[in-house]
């Protein structure tokens, strides 16, 4: 029987190819199966619900009748509102650009008939108020609203669309499901199977939504991802499972040897023309023992023939090589090899030299043109560990036995299925499984292992463990709000703070239904902040809030900045991580990012700062001069904001406004023109100037008011970061004033208020972590979630365990809803 026929027999399939390779061959029939089967209604959730939640539910029953009639109250007044008030007022200031096809950005206004239509398309309204509200629609050349109106229009935008009574039951959202990003993915693999590569390094780059590489909407499965799984998936079980193949071969070319002495690479080969010796490195997956083989040859000259001396690891061998070059000899040896790397060198060591003699033996020459490890023949068991231990331990006594293979398999894959999937494998899941290792072994004939690794590579290409599956037991009802299982909580909560799988405590917890309980659940996220794995949160959270990943594109001109190179670039990213590090570690308040008189620096920083005093290239903590302040003065955020010739103001502006306040200003008018025509009018300008007369300009003021005084106060700090008393061609000017009235000489000044916005900027971090934790972006409703998680952030004096708890027990952390057919 063919395998495919009896893939075909456990999968429903009719695949009628040829055998084509096994391993992907079932892999791409069992995931099909598995995907399709995640859709159908999940299993019931677990019964240890905590009181409250049964009364929120009841109550959200009885009173559904009350509120739908009310709902049904308010929006016809609504619509009635938007019919005879707020339609006309629209339609005197906005349709002359916004109807028909032509509409400017695409936005035709004239087809939101009533508020049910509005609802569907918040994320347009959303921007339309944004711009209202700044005063940058209308557009300054054109009619405006007079303030009462444009008060008006946005109060009825705001309280329609967009206001939520926080009094009545949350709606938690609902979370595309989820495939893990590439960092996920890696960190998984480590602690799933204990490996310690990065397969992911080379799939293709993660999509990016709300400022965040996890964000579910823009996961995307492409083919060339798959097939890139397919091929982790093999290379990774045939890590972890090696077997003992005496026909497996490593073989490293000449032109891969490292060498020393009298000796080149050419033409493929190593060519020793007098003393010399050639190195390779070989990764030995199992302790065992092994053959080496060398394939050489040589001049043959004088008395003796070409000496070869090997060694590899603790075994040494001498050869004569008795071929001449033209036909290539192997010569071989017996060893035993430890797991990890096998260093190998090859010496000519009898070099004979007569240019007199007779011709054709004159000179001895050695040439090695390729070093070959194969094996393991033997496995040594004292060395196995992990997954290939068991296997080994459970190999089955009569392999032609299924029902022995079965009772082998069984219990090694359920335990890795069960970590893989973060839940409990169902038995009809585990039954496939099983039958695969029977198809290796008991139709093809193959090994255990063999029939092991298979079954593995299906486990990584399921669905269940490439995404993040959870719980609708109605996904197409809005209403069904519930809350996740308390394993669906294990992985939120361990793919949020350490971007990788529950561990043991965490899985204990959750099966035994007492990891939701406040105590615990407040208990585990203090547990896991100090755990090492904690790192993920540093480089994946704070990387990407503070932009620190763009930090690699940037490119500051080597003429005008000849001291950044590569090791600065990487000292200015980890100087901000060690500040985020260190908030998140001893539990430091958040305001710090602020206000930090502190930093951490290397020698190479130092001197950038122009702080004495530091040696060496590892980090320590430092105090600031009084100019710079938490993270705005930090290299790595004023380089980012820069060009790579000059500082930019507005560039430096927006990033506060965007990632400190969270009030990141709407995008300029197309119409608008930008800054370098306003340079190119006015080269003599000043760029204080230059932004000056950008701003003459009323649709332009709305933002650059808000942007400008802030880069400028920045100016002192050149493109990558050094204080500077003054331009090359004239004084620095760092005064200035916020529209809020207040008023600044110096950069100084500026931080001093800037760290006065303690709630501002509160809430937009807040705002920020509980995206990244939900892995999807904010809507309207979840400001209920945000204000308490505010009110306690407050309570305990902006403590950074303060926050995270906070995010872990919000209602968006811990519930779930269906989908909405009106939108989010």
């Known amino acids: 029987m063919k395998l495919l026929d009896a893939v075909n027999r456990i999968t429903g399939s009719s695949r009628t190819s040829g055998d084509g390779d096994l391993c992907r061959a079932v892999m791409v029939e069992w995931n099909c199966r598995r995907l399709h089967e995640s859709h159908l209604p999940a299993p019931p959730m677990i019964q240890s619900r905590p009181l409250c939640v049964a009364i929120f539910l009841a109550f959200a029953s009885a009173s559904a009748s009350a509120l739908s009639a009310q709902d049904t109250a308010a929006s016809a007044k609504a619509d009635a509102t938007y019919i005879n008030e707020i339609r006309p007022l629209m339609k005197q200031f906005c349709w002359d650009c916004h109807t028909g096809d032509d509409a400017e950005a695409g936005l035709q206004l004239d087809e939101f008939t009533d508020v049910a239509a509005m609802k569907k398309n918040r994320d347009h309204w959303k921007k339309i108020l944004k711009m209202v509200d700044a005063r940058a629609m209308p557009p300054a050349d054109a009619d405006r609203l ?34 893990l990003n590439r960092v996920e993915y890696n960190n998984t693999i480590r602690d799933l199977l204990g490996v310690t590569h990065r ?5 293709p780059s993660d999509d990016v939504g709300s400022g965040f590489d996890n964000i579910g909407d823009v996961l995307s499965l492409p083919p060339l991802l798959f097939e890139k799984y397919m091929d982790a998936a093999e290379q990774l079980a045939a890590e972890v499972i090696v077997l003992a193949d005496p026909t497996a071969r490593m073989t490293l070319g000449g032109n891969q040897l490292r060498i020393e002495g009298s000796a080149q690479s050419r033409g493929g080969a190593v060519v020793m023309t007098s003393r010399a010796k050639a190195f390779g490195k070989f990764d030995v997956p199992l302790t065992g023992r092994y053959t080496l083989l060398i394939r050489a040859a040589g001049d043959l000259a004088g008395d003796s023939l070409p000496r070869m001396e090997v060694a590899a690891g603790k075994t040494e061998k001498a050869f004569e090589v008795d ?28 070099d004979y030299y007569n ?11 050695l ?63 585990l039954k496939q499984l099983v039958r695969l290792v029977q198809l290796v072994v008991n139709e093809r004939e193959e090994s255990f292992e063999r029939g092991m690794q298979v079954a593995i590579s299906a486990i990584l290409v399921s669905p269940h463990f490439l995404f993040r599956i959870e719980a609708d037991g109605d996904p197409n009802d809005a209403s069904n709000r519930h809350l996740i299982s308390n394993l669906e909580l294990a992985s939120r909560l361990s793919y949020f703070l350490w971007s990788s799988m529950p561990d043991h405590e965490l899985f204990t917890l959750a099966r035994k239904g007492a990891l939701r309980k406040p105590d615990v659940l407040r208990a585990q996220v203090k547990r896991m902040l100090a755990d090492p794995k904690a790192e993920a949160l540093v480089q994946n959270f704070a990387g990407q809030w503070l932009n620190l990943r763009n930090l690699d594109e940037v490119t500051p001109s080597q003429q005008l900045f000849p001291d950044f190179d590569q090791a600065l670039r990487e000292d200015m990213k980890n100087e901000t991580y060690a500040l985020f590090r260190a908030v998140m570690k001893e539990d430091l308040a958040i305001t710090d990012f602020l206000n930090a008189d502190y930093t951490f620096v290397n020698e190479r920083l130092a001197k950038l700062y122009g702080i004495q005093g530091v040696r060496g290239s590892e ?18 955020i004023l380089t980012l904001t820069s060009n790579p010739n000059r500082t930019s103001p507005v560039k430096r502006g927006k990033w506060i406004l965007e990632n400190l306040l969270g009030a990141p200003p709407p995008e300029p008018p197309g119409n608008v023109p930008d800054l ?31 942007m400008d005084p802030i880069g400028l106060a920045l100016e002192n700090f050149d493109a990558i970061g ?7 061609d004239g004084s620095i000017d760092p005064r200035g004033s916020l529209p809020s009235g207040e008023s600044f000489s110096s950069s100084e000044g500026m931080l001093r208020i800037l760290a006065k916005r303690k709630q501002e900027f509160s809430r937009c971090l807040t705002e920020k972590m509980l995206t990244y934790a939900l892995g999807r972006g904010l809507e309207y409703y979840d400001q209920c979630a945000v204000d308490r998680i505010l009110k306690d952030l407050t309570g305990s004096e902006y403590r950074f365990l303060a926050l995270a708890q906070g995010v872990v027990m919000s209602d968006p952390f811990l519930m779930r809803r269906g989908e909405n057919p009106d939108g989010p």
């Open 146 to 179: 007079a303030d009462q109106q444009r008060i008006k229009l946005v109060d009825w935008i705001d309280k329609t669309l967009f206001y939520v009574d926080c009094n009545q039951p949350a709606d938690p959202g609902r979370v595309t499901i989820r495939r």
């Open 619 to 636: 980090f320590k903590k430092v105090r600031l001069p009084t100019s710079r302040m938490g993270i705005a003065t930090q290299a790595s």
């Open 323 to 350: 071929k001449r070059r033209g036909s290539t000899g192997t010569y071989q040896m017996e060893l035993n090899a430890q797991r990890g790397t096998l260093e190998v060198a090859a010496a000519f060591t009898n």
């Open 355 to 365: 240019p007199s003699g007779p011709k054709g033996d004159q000179d001895r020459n």
């Open 676 to 706: 370098d025509e306003t340079r190119k009018k006015n080269p003599a300008a000043t760029l204080r100037e230059q932004l000056e007369q950008h701003r003459r300009d009323p649709t332009c003021a709305i933002c650059h008011n808000e």
């Open 199 to 203: 397969p992911a390094d080379d799939f």
């Open 722 to 728: 050094r204080w500077r008393d003054a331009y090359e």
């Open 367 to 429: 040439y090695i043109y390729e070093i070959t490890l194969q094996g393991p023949r033997k496995i040594d068991p004292e060395s196995i560990r992990g997954l290939q231990r068991e296997v080994m331990k459970r190999r089955p006594a009569n392999p032609k036995d299924p029902v022995q293979v079965a009772e082998s398999a069984a219990p090694i894959l359920r335990k890795l299925a069960n970590l893989a999937f973060r839940r409990q494998v169902k038995p009809d899941e």
